[in-house]
Nanobody
Framework: QVYLVESGGGSVQAGGSLRLSCAAS????????MGWFRQAPGKEREFVAF????????SYADSVKGRFTISRDNAKNAVYLQMNSLKPEDTAVYYC??????????????????WGQGTQVTVSS
């Protein structure tokens, strides 16, 4: 079992920045990938960013490409999401996820095994 705890959410004006952190409760050995997803009110959960834990390969949703950066710290068992040039449409609850059983890179929520409780990000215009 891997427990994930997000932090760093908050309220910011459009154009501002936030950095989300996700700490794993135990060693991430065996974790294939980590990801960030978000869910806005009345909408389905959507993929934001992905990082392959061993190779460091990253991938982003088109809506955040060039503005968001996902990174990892193997020693701290943590993953981060640096969000720049935030827009009101980025407002959502952001979730960290870990994929242990996936066999290949996947951006589908159902392929991730462990989830954090979420952290609210609110961007005002």
């Amino acid at each position: 079992q891997v427990y994930l705890v997000e932090s760093g959410g908050g309220s910011v004006q459009a154009g501002g920045s936030l950095r989300l952190s996700c700490a794993a409760s135990r060693r991430t050995f065996g974790v294939y990938a980590m990801g960030w997803f978000r869910q806005a009110p009345g909408k389905e959960r959507e993929f934001v960013a992905f990082i392959n834990w061993s190779s460091g390969r990253t991938s982003y949703a088109d809506s955040v490409k060039g503005r968001f950066t996902i990174s990892r710290d193997n020693a701290k068992n943590a993953v981060y999401l640096q969000m720049n040039s935030l827009k009101p449409e980025d407002t959502a609850v952001y979730y960290c996820a870990a994929g242990r059983t996936m066999a290949a890179d996947s951006y589908l929520a159902e392929d991730f095994d462990y989830w954090g409780q979420g952290t609210q990000v609110t961007v005002s215009s």
